[in-house]
Protein backbone atom coordinates (compact mmCIF):
# COMPACT_ATOMS: atom_id res chain seq x y z
CA UNK A 1 0.00 0.00 0.00
CA UNK A 2 1.69 3.52 -1.12
CA UNK A 3 -0.04 6.47 0.81
CA UNK A 4 -0.13 9.68 -0.95
CA UNK A 5 -1.77 11.56 1.53
CA UNK A 6 -4.31 10.96 4.93
CA UNK A 7 -7.54 9.97 3.01
CA UNK A 8 -5.34 8.84 -0.29
CA UNK A 9 -3.77 5.57 -0.92
CA UNK A 10 -2.32 3.33 -3.59
CA UNK A 11 -3.28 -0.82 -3.39
CA UNK A 12 0.24 -2.64 -4.29
CA UNK A 13 -1.29 -4.30 -7.01
CA UNK A 14 -2.15 -1.74 -9.10
CA UNK A 15 2.03 -0.84 -9.20
CA UNK A 16 3.93 -3.53 -11.93
CA UNK A 17 7.15 -3.59 -10.30
CA UNK A 18 9.64 -5.19 -12.69
CA UNK A 19 13.53 -6.24 -11.78
CA UNK A 20 15.69 -5.83 -14.86
CA UNK A 21 19.17 -5.26 -15.84
CA UNK A 22 21.15 -1.75 -14.83
CA UNK A 23 22.88 -0.17 -17.76
CA UNK A 24 25.61 1.52 -17.03
CA UNK A 25 28.55 0.90 -16.06
CA UNK A 26 29.19 -1.17 -13.17
CA UNK A 27 31.50 -4.27 -14.00
CA UNK A 28 30.72 -7.98 -14.41
CA UNK A 29 27.84 -6.77 -11.18
CA UNK A 30 25.68 -5.33 -13.93
CA UNK A 31 25.71 -7.97 -16.63
CA UNK A 32 24.92 -10.41 -13.96
CA UNK A 33 22.19 -8.88 -11.69
CA UNK A 34 19.00 -7.34 -12.18
CA UNK A 35 19.01 -4.58 -9.40
CA UNK A 36 17.27 -1.80 -11.67
CA UNK A 37 13.53 -1.62 -11.30
CA UNK A 38 10.62 -0.77 -13.69
CA UNK A 39 7.48 0.39 -12.29
CA UNK A 40 4.54 0.81 -14.23
CA UNK A 41 1.43 2.67 -12.96
CA UNK A 42 -2.18 2.88 -15.10
CA UNK A 43 -3.71 6.43 -14.33
CA UNK A 44 -6.73 5.48 -15.98
CA UNK A 45 -7.34 2.01 -14.01
CA UNK A 46 -6.25 3.07 -10.86
CA UNK A 47 -8.65 3.63 -7.82
CA UNK A 48 -7.10 7.28 -7.26
CA UNK A 49 -9.68 9.97 -7.41
CA UNK A 50 -11.15 11.71 -10.13
CA UNK A 51 -9.07 15.19 -9.33
CA UNK A 52 -5.69 13.43 -9.18
CA UNK A 53 -6.17 11.36 -12.67
CA UNK A 54 -7.08 14.59 -14.70
CA UNK A 55 -4.21 16.67 -13.08
CA UNK A 56 -1.88 13.90 -14.23
CA UNK A 57 -2.76 13.37 -17.31
CA UNK A 58 -2.58 17.17 -17.43
CA UNK A 59 0.86 16.68 -17.00
CA UNK A 60 3.73 17.49 -19.44
CA UNK A 61 6.25 14.79 -18.29
CA UNK A 62 8.00 12.27 -20.03
CA UNK A 63 7.61 9.82 -17.38
CA UNK A 64 3.46 9.71 -18.40
CA UNK A 65 2.71 7.68 -21.96
CA UNK A 66 0.13 8.70 -24.34
CA UNK A 67 -1.95 5.92 -22.91
CA UNK A 68 -1.68 7.21 -19.52
CA UNK A 69 0.92 5.01 -17.72
CA UNK A 70 3.25 6.51 -15.48
CA UNK A 71 7.03 4.50 -16.15
CA UNK A 72 9.55 5.03 -13.66
CA UNK A 73 13.14 3.23 -14.03
CA UNK A 74 15.04 3.13 -10.87
CA UNK A 75 18.66 2.36 -11.47
CA UNK A 76 20.53 4.83 -9.15
CA UNK A 77 21.39 2.30 -6.24
CA UNK A 78 23.15 -1.50 -6.42
CA UNK A 79 20.68 -3.10 -4.89
CA UNK A 80 17.05 -3.97 -5.49
CA UNK A 81 15.29 -3.20 -2.89
CA UNK A 82 16.82 0.25 -2.50
CA UNK A 83 15.88 0.53 -5.87
CA UNK A 84 12.13 -0.09 -5.36
CA UNK A 85 11.96 2.09 -2.56
CA UNK A 86 13.27 4.85 -4.91
CA UNK A 87 11.12 4.34 -7.91
CA UNK A 88 7.72 3.92 -5.42
CA UNK A 89 9.13 7.49 -3.58
CA UNK A 90 9.44 8.85 -6.98
CA UNK A 91 6.07 7.50 -7.93
CA UNK A 92 4.48 9.15 -4.19
CA UNK A 93 6.14 12.63 -5.32
CA UNK A 94 4.54 12.70 -8.85
CA UNK A 95 1.33 11.99 -7.24
CA UNK A 96 1.77 14.51 -4.71
CA UNK A 97 2.90 17.21 -6.81
CA UNK A 98 -0.66 17.68 -8.46
CA UNK A 99 -2.34 17.58 -5.41
CA UNK A 100 -0.94 21.02 -4.49
CA UNK A 101 -3.01 23.57 -6.35
CA UNK A 102 -1.15 26.54 -7.07
CA UNK A 103 -2.93 30.08 -5.88
CA UNK A 104 -4.10 32.58 -8.30
CA UNK A 105 -1.32 35.49 -8.49
CA UNK A 106 -3.21 39.08 -7.63
CA UNK A 107 -2.14 41.27 -10.01
CA UNK A 108 -0.87 44.30 -8.57
CA UNK A 109 -0.29 48.63 -9.40
CA UNK A 110 2.88 49.85 -8.68
CA UNK A 111 2.26 52.64 -6.42
CA UNK A 112 2.22 56.45 -7.01
CA UNK A 113 5.08 57.41 -5.34
CA UNK A 114 7.06 54.21 -6.90
CA UNK A 115 5.99 55.08 -10.57
CA UNK A 116 7.59 59.18 -9.59
CA UNK A 117 10.61 57.97 -8.19
CA UNK A 118 10.81 55.45 -11.66
CA UNK A 119 10.73 58.83 -13.84
CA UNK A 120 12.46 61.03 -12.12
CA UNK A 121 15.53 58.57 -11.85
CA UNK A 122 14.84 58.63 -15.79
CA UNK A 123 14.99 62.18 -16.36
CA UNK A 124 18.66 62.49 -14.06
CA UNK A 125 20.02 60.00 -16.06
CA UNK A 126 19.26 61.69 -18.98
CA UNK A 127 20.58 65.12 -18.00
CA UNK A 128 23.48 63.22 -17.24
CA UNK A 129 23.68 61.91 -20.74
CA UNK A 130 22.88 64.95 -22.17
CA UNK A 131 25.77 66.56 -20.47
CA UNK A 132 28.00 64.02 -22.15
CA UNK A 133 27.87 66.36 -25.33
CA UNK A 134 30.38 68.62 -27.53
CA UNK A 135 31.60 71.68 -25.32
CA UNK A 136 30.45 74.81 -27.47
CA UNK A 137 32.28 77.77 -26.53
Do not use: C, W
Not at 40 to 47: C, E, L, M, T, V
Not at 71 to 91: P, Y
Request: glycine content about 4%.
Amino acid sequence: MLIISNNVSIPDDEIELSAIRAQGSGGQNVNKVSSAIHLRFDIHASSLPEFYKERLLQLKDSRITKEGVVVIKAQQFRTQEKNREDALQRLQLLIRSVSVVQKARQPTKPTRSSQRRRVDSKTRRGQIKSLRGRVTD
